[in-house]
């Protein structure tokens, strides 16, 4: 598998977590965008949208991402960015920050709908991305 799934959201870590790698964000979703920033400038390509699935930053809590590994150059230099990945995430993080999140959601009810909302979207990533 060229890729691991970066995610903050705790069903999809328990759902793929056995069949694919995961790096858990014990964060909010500015956080997963943040880390997949870091990781894009280091040359690692977003497979999926930051901002998919029409859900505005600030209406939900989790955000899941499948991002490939930068290749490692045989000269030991450093893998170049990818264009479209560097926009997309830069895009991404700055609608993030245009959106003001109007209160923390605390219901569990809540949460776990937008986790299943969250799942849904990632499933459908990775059986594109797996075919």
């Known amino acids: 598998m060229s890729y691991f799934i970066l995610t903050n959201n705790p069903l999809a870590a328990d759902e793929f977590g056995t069949t694919h790698e995961i790096e858990f964000i014990n964060g909010g979703l500015i956080d997963v965008l943040i880390r997949a920033r870091d990781l894009v400038n280091n040359g690692a390509v977003l497979l999926n ?63 776990e709908d937008f986790q299943v909302v969250d799942l849904s979207l990632l499933r459908s990533a990775v059986a594109a991305a797996d075919r």
């Open 49 to 111: 949208h930051p901002l998919y699935g029409s859900v505005k930053p600030n209406e939900t809590p989790y955000r899941s991402l499948l991002v490939q590994r930068a290749p490692k150059p045989s000269d030991g230099s450093f893998p170049a960015a990818d264009p479209e990945s560097v926009r997309l995430i830069g895009n991404a993080v700055n609608a993030f920050s245009k959106f003001i999140v109007k209160k923390e959601i605390t219901n569990p009810l809540l949460l």
